[in-house]
């Protein structure tokens, strides 16, 4: 009787020594680690995106048009590259009304199967409207030589925009200024010859800028 109670004993204290153990899959926790891959398209639409906020309007811009010759982009990217690039060219500080129809109407032309046909559609009326009322007040008498400035800056007709300046010795405003020196039509340079603007960038960088053809 006390060897099997002794027995009994020792199988009670193995089962409980077994019962306390932790299973071995539970004793160390796998450290699992999550990377998310980032495509060359998702970077650039990132750097794109991160432009407009610091306020580089047309520099994510002309990312935008750098991506639209990138053959490893598939339909949809294109249309969406084309789609972004007509909303900056329309909007507040993209200088080129007629440039964002373009893009609107190649999206409808050439991607009507992509997810950004509807969209497009619904933003080329507003690009349409947007050229019809500029063009109105642009053949308007009493539309001062500031406003036809500010007009045709908008259609993007920068060019006829800069010949009206330089012949009425027109000042722009900040934001027009800061949109002609993006684009490369002013430059910072002290070997240029020819009245001098003074630009402060959204970041309250200061410059005194002529126009970049002038005295080279």
């Not at 129809?101 to 050439?110: C, G, M, S, V, Y």
């Not at 559609?121 to 642009?138: F, Q």
């Not at 008498?141 to 006829?160: A, S, Y």
């Amino acid at each position: 009787m006390i060897r099997l109670s002794l027995a009994a004993a020792a199988s009670a204290l193995v089962l409980a020594a077994c019962s306390s153990t932790p299973a071995p899959e539970a004793e160390t926790a796998v450290a699992v680690s999550t990377t998310i891959e980032v495509s060359p398209y998702e970077l650039a639409m990132q750097t794109v995106e991160e432009l407009v906020t610091a306020g580089n309007t047309q520099a994510a811009i002309d990312r935008l048009t750098q991506l639209t010759g990138n053959p490893s982009l598939s339909r949809d990217e294109l249309a969406e590259v084309l789609y972004r690039r007509g909303e900056l060219r329309l909007g507040e500080h993209g200088y080129d009304t007629m440039g964002a129809i373009e893009d609107f109407e190649e999206i409808l032309a050439d991607y009507s199967d992509t997810e950004w046909s509807t969209a497009a559609a619904s933003m080329l009326d507003s690009a349409r409207g947007k050229a019809t009322s500029l063009n109105a007040l642009l053949a308007q008498p009493e539309t001062t030589r500031t406003q036809k400035f500010n007009i045709l800056m908008e259609l993007g007709r920068h060019d006829d925009a800069i010949d009206l300046m330089l012949a009425n010795d027109l000042t722009p405003d900040n934001e027009a200024l800061l949109a002609m020196y993006q684009i490369g039509y002013l430059c910072e340079d002290d070997a240029l010859t020819g009245r001098t603007y003074d630009l402060t960038e959204p970041d309250g960088t200061y410059h005194e800028l002529r126009f970049c053809d002038f005295g080279k």
